[in-house]
């Protein structure tokens, strides 16, 4: 058994998939448009929204993320939770949390923890939370 995360990004579905293409080396494994659905129901495609995606998946790291452009409402609301990337080492968290905040807010910066020897928590300019983290060896 898996979960896997479905994030809305309410009409910037493909700009966040170019950036976490150039941010994380994600792989882009499907994209939908709403106007390739095979049987549309009456509203079913949002006002406008014919171009927009419907459905993606994409992997990053061994783990597959889902989305859609939603409601294409313009504005994600990513509350309550935030996705973990897992490094390597404190270079490669350096420089996940650099390009991932890139245009973000910087909720944590990365540092040396209790737990961690490189950790720190964002916002990216989705508004998606981050919490990278170098796993302290045990």
Same mark, same amino acid.
């Given at each position: 058994?898996?979960?896997?995360?479905?994030?809305?990004?309410?009409?910037?579905?493909?700009?966040?998939?170019?950036?976490?293409?150039?941010?994380?080396?994600?792989?882009?494994?499907?994209?939908?448009?709403?106007? $390739? &659905?095979? $049987?549309?129901?009456? %509203?079913?495609?949002?006002? =406008?929204?014919?171009?927009?995606?419907?459905?993606?998946?994409?992997?990053?790291?061994?783990?597959?993320?889902? =989305?859609?452009?939603?409601?294409?409402?313009?504005?994600?609301? #990513?509350? %309550? #939770?935030?996705?973990?990337?897992?490094?390597?080492?404190?270079?490669?968290?350096?420089?996940? #949390?650099?390009?991932?905040?890139?245009?973000?807010?910087?909720? &944590?910066?990365?540092?040396?923890?209790?737990?961690?020897?490189?950790?720190?928590?964002?916002?990216?300019?989705?508004?998606?939370?981050?919490?990278?983290?170098?796993?302290?060896?045990?």
């Amino acid at each position: 058994m898996t979960i896997q995360p479905y994030l809305f990004f309410e009409g910037r579905a493909e700009e966040a998939l170019a950036f976490y293409k150039k941010t994380l080396g994600a792989k882009n494994e499907m994209v939908m448009k709403y106007k $390739d &659905m095979p $049987d549309p129901q009456p %509203g079913s495609i949002p006002p =406008g929204g014919e171009n927009k995606v419907m459905h993606m998946n994409f992997e990053v790291g061994g783990s597959t993320i889902m =989305g859609s452009d939603g409601f294409c409402g313009g504005a994600p609301k #990513f509350e %309550g #939770f935030s996705l973990t990337y897992n490094c390597k080492d404190e270079a490669e968290a350096q420089k996940v #949390f650099k390009a991932l905040s890139d245009g973000g807010q910087v909720k &944590m910066p990365l540092g040396k923890t209790f737990f961690s020897p490189a950790f720190g928590m964002l916002a990216d300019k989705f508004g998606l939370g981050w919490m990278v983290i170098v796993p302290q060896a045990m």
